[in-house]
């Protein structure tokens, strides 16, 4: 039955041509301001542990413009900041997330797993891993506390990085109801806040309309469903949505290109980019992925996209937003075909080495890109697809 569906839908992605235009949001989008920035997918889960603060931090020092993060809810109703609905993929736990409480979580060691390079990995004999144990102080990362090696609430987060704005995306344990229970304390957390940096997605469209409810103020991407309708057919985005966070591909059709990259700015959106096993996570994607005019890239290696950035002279976001860059001007004449990249592999970054163990050289240039199929990266512990059924 999947296999039919999928096969549906590639038939009907290929056979899309000029759609019919969304209506546009209600004001004016400052997320259209926002070139081109790099916005840390799980703090850049290839590069440090998955979404814990230490992975945050090193992000935004590298230069990162924006945290990507994931939540679920705990036994206690707290935001525990995690992609899966278990604990056993990262950390030195077995277990549900919502049968632990936030408390229990922090004291985890969320980088039990973790490789440099290939995220994380379990119980590969010839792996290194650097951090194990830094959160109960085995080992030493100069500057940060063994807390950062836990788990963090989301609560955490928004504190230690008030003024970073954050893309938060609801998960579940696979349920409807869970992404709906998710969205609920979500939704009453938010409801109060001043920030407007924010944006909030998930894979459940209903799950984005019931935190919509309840904190209408804050900004959302599409869910799958919207997205996909948008795609096809032009179909009205849902209110509250500002962006449309997307795969380089899509069961096999590229989907981040130039002609939707300026149909989306048209209608009035950003388009964010993301990798996850859609697209190889090194630097001639990302170029190729820049050329298209994207506001946002969510990178696994944002080190290395920092340096793409920087070999390309890529305008970056600046206070009160930036201009568009002059060549992704809505009145020059695109080309409808990818651009072939225009730098060179850099070297591949590593975590801040801890005191006890160096960890060991990896190279982003392992993974090949392609501009017609992209192979799958070197991460076969975990595919995080945001919401998106690859």
């Not at 997918?41 to 994931?70: I, Q, V």
């Not at 998710?182 to 109060?192: I, K, P, S, W």
């Not at 599409?222 to 380089?248: F, H, K, N, R, W």
Request: proline letters at 10%.
């Amino acid at each position: 039955m999947r296999t039919a569906i999928v096969a549906s839908l590639s038939t009907l992605l290929l056979a899309v041509g000029t759609t019919t235009a969304a209506s546009a949001p209600a004001t004016d989008n400052p997320w259209l301001g926002q070139r081109v920035m790099d916005m840390a997918h799980s703090g850049g889960e290839d590069e440090a542990p998955m979404n814990t603060m230490y992975a945050f931090e090193r992000a935004e020092s590298l230069g990162a413009d924006m945290l990507e993060l994931d939540v679920q809810v705990t036994a206690d109703d707290d935001l525990a900041v995690i992609h899966d609905a278990t604990v056993d993929d990262s950390t030195d736990h077995t277990g549900r997330v919502d049968s632990y409480t936030m408390d229990q979580q922090r004291a985890m060691d969320a980088a039990h797993w973790f490789v440099p390079g290939r995220s994380t990995v379990h119980d590969d004999p010839s792996a290194t891993y650097p951090l194990r144990g830094a959160r109960h102080g085995d080992v030493v990362v100069d500057g940060h506390e063994p807390a950062d090696f836990g788990i963090a609430s989301l609560s955490d987060v928004l504190e230690r990085f008030p003024a970073t704005p954050v893309n938060i995306e609801i998960k579940g344990t696979g349920t409807p109801q869970s992404f709906l229970d998710t969205a609920q304390v979500l939704g009453e957390r938010l409801q109060g806040t001043d920030r407007r940096d924010l944006i909030v997605g998930s894979f459940s469209d209903d799950a984005l309309m019931r935190f919509h409810e309840l904190a209408p103020a804050i900004d959302m991407s599409a869910g799958q469903d919207a997205m996909i309708g948008y795609y096809l057919s032009g179909t009205p985005l849902p209110e509250g949505v500002v962006a449309l966070q997307v795969p380089i591909t899509y069961s096999g059709i590229r989907v981040v290109n130039r002609d939707f990259v300026d149909r989306a700015h048209r209608d009035g959106y950003a388009v964010h980019a993301w990798f996850s096993g859609s697209a190889p996570d090194d630097a001639a994607t990302y170029a190729q992925v820049i050329g298209t005019c994207v506001d946002a890239l969510m990178p696994a290696r944002p080190s290395v996209l920092e340096e793409v950035f920087n070999d390309l002279g890529t305008e970056r976001p600046a206070p009160g937003g930036t201009a568009p860059r002059a060549e992704c001007a809505p009145d020059t004449d695109p080309e409808p075909t990818d651009p072939e990249p225009t730098t060179p592999e850099p070297s591949s970054p590593s975590p801040t080495t801890p005191t006890s163990t160096p960890p060991p050289a990896t190279d982003p240039g392992d993974d090949t890109p392609s501009t017609v199929a992209p192979q799958e990266p070197e991460r076969p512990a975990i595919v995080q697809t945001d919401g998106w059924v690859l």
